[in-house]
DNA sequence: TTAATTTTGGAACGTTCATTTCAAATAAAA
DNA sequence: TTTTATTTGAAATGAACGTTCCAAAATTAA
């Protein structure tokens, strides 16, 4: 029977994200991702096919890690705005947490390759269906609970929220100052209340 | 005496940051240059030194003709708020003028390459730096002319709008409906008033 | 222990990359 | 017309690219 596969996907997927996270698709070489990895080039072919391929797998693994943690903290809020504020302190905590910040792997990956390929596309078209989806009955809830306003709709604050996170996170690569995150933040905020 | 240049250095830049803004700076190789212009591979490096220069001084010939249509725009406010609006309608219609907006060339740049190269990131911080004194001079006149509140300073708003552009830009990569486009312009709007 | 199946390591594949080279063509001033 | 400086064309540079190949090592059910 046959020898099992004797890495740990979720590792080798965290640092293949990171490498990508780095350094964007095209400025990561195979090389950049052998030597992150730790694994062989064929390997890397055997279990995940291509360099395109294995950074769709990345993109989908980081948009699940940051889903959990996002899911942690919004069961902590007793309303629909505070939910929406404490998907705001997320964004803040993981600008903030590195010194100099990345942004947004797939707010990069949208800015460096939408519209290019068809597999990416797809995943950027998807994760933004999500997300508006995830806003929508945020607000949706909030509204209900009347701590989020009326004044428009919640799939239009939702349209609004979701490009407000992705100004935020490309703000973020060269604002580091949390006083002047929260600043924007607490802007973005004060439109629902 | 020598012979002159014999090419429109405007011309040719225009036609490199064509390439430059529909690939991305790393997706986009010198023959790609080559192609765009018309000149000799030759040509290019006698005459922009290296990829990397040419791609700053695209950079900057996008900052600049934007900046000019921008000026234009501008002259038709009659008041603070006015002026912010007549930016987004600019941004509305650039982002529609195509059919696949392709985003704005410097907020791609810096989702791609900021924190890489230092060149590029200098002209990133200092172009920042200047649309957010832009942003704070508009938004200062519309708290003088009463067009916009004065729930918070000048200068957070000017972050705030300049956040929010940001990722209005990056929104209009996938989200093409005008409709759409204009809801969100109107509720990141609504704060100032 | 053997047989079956997969992962490995490392070299090699052909292509494409940014950049350089240099002789020939060009054009304006002398 | 000659001189001088520059652009141009086309080929060549070596390094890096993503991907493939295959024999050797590894592992587990039989």
Same mark, same amino acid.
């Given at each position: 029977m ?8 979720d590792?080798i997927?965290?640092? !293949?994200?990171?490498?990508? +996270?780095d350094?964007? %698709?095209?400025?990561?070489s195979?090389q950049?991702?052998?030597d992150a *990895? $730790?694994?062989?080039?064929s390997s890397i072919?055997n279990?995940?096919?291509?360099k395109?391929?294995?950074?769709l ?6 948009e699940?890690?940051n889903?959990?943690?996002i ?6 809020a007793?309303? $629909?705005?505070?939910?929406?504020? +404490?998907?705001?302190?997320f964004?803040?905590?993981?600008m *903030? ?5 990345k942004?947004c792997?797939i707010?990069?990956c ?5 519209n +290019? ?5 797809n ?6 269906q999500?997300?508006?989806e995830l806003?929508?009955?945020l607000i ?6 009347h701590?989020?306003n009326?004044?428009?709709? !919640? =799939?239009a %604050? !939702?349209?609004?929220i %979701? ?7 490309? *703000?973020?690569?060269l604002?580091?100052?949390p =006083?002047k995150?929260?600043?924007i933040?607490k802007?973005?905020l004060?439109?629902l209340?």
């Amino acid at each position: 029977m046959p020898k099992v596969e004797t890495f740990d996907r979720d590792i080798i997927l965290s640092q !293949a994200t990171t490498a990508f +996270h780095d350094l964007g %698709y095209n400025a990561t070489s195979m090389q950049d991702l052998v030597d992150a *990895t $730790g694994l062989n080039r064929s390997s890397i072919y055997n279990s995940f096919t291509s360099k395109k391929n294995l950074f769709l797998e990345c993109l989908k693994f980081y948009e699940n890690k940051n889903n959990r943690e996002i899911s942690k903290k919004l069961l902590k809020a007793s309303n $629909g705005f505070e939910a929406i504020q +404490h998907l705001f302190e997320f964004y803040i905590y993981e600008m *903030t947490k590195a010194s100099d910040d990345k942004g947004c792997l797939i707010v990069n990956c949208k800015s460096e390759m939408a519209n +290019h390929e068809n597999t990416i596309t797809n995943f950027l078209t998807s994760n933004q269906q999500r997300m508006l989806e995830l806003l929508e009955d945020l607000i949706f809830q909030g509204q209900q609970d009347h701590s989020i306003n009326k004044l428009q709709s !919640a =799939s239009a %604050y !939702a349209l609004y929220i %979701y490009s407000s996170i992705q100004g935020f996170r490309v *703000t973020g690569i060269l604002v580091t100052e949390p =006083s002047k995150l929260k600043s924007i933040s607490k802007t973005i905020l004060q439109t629902l209340i």
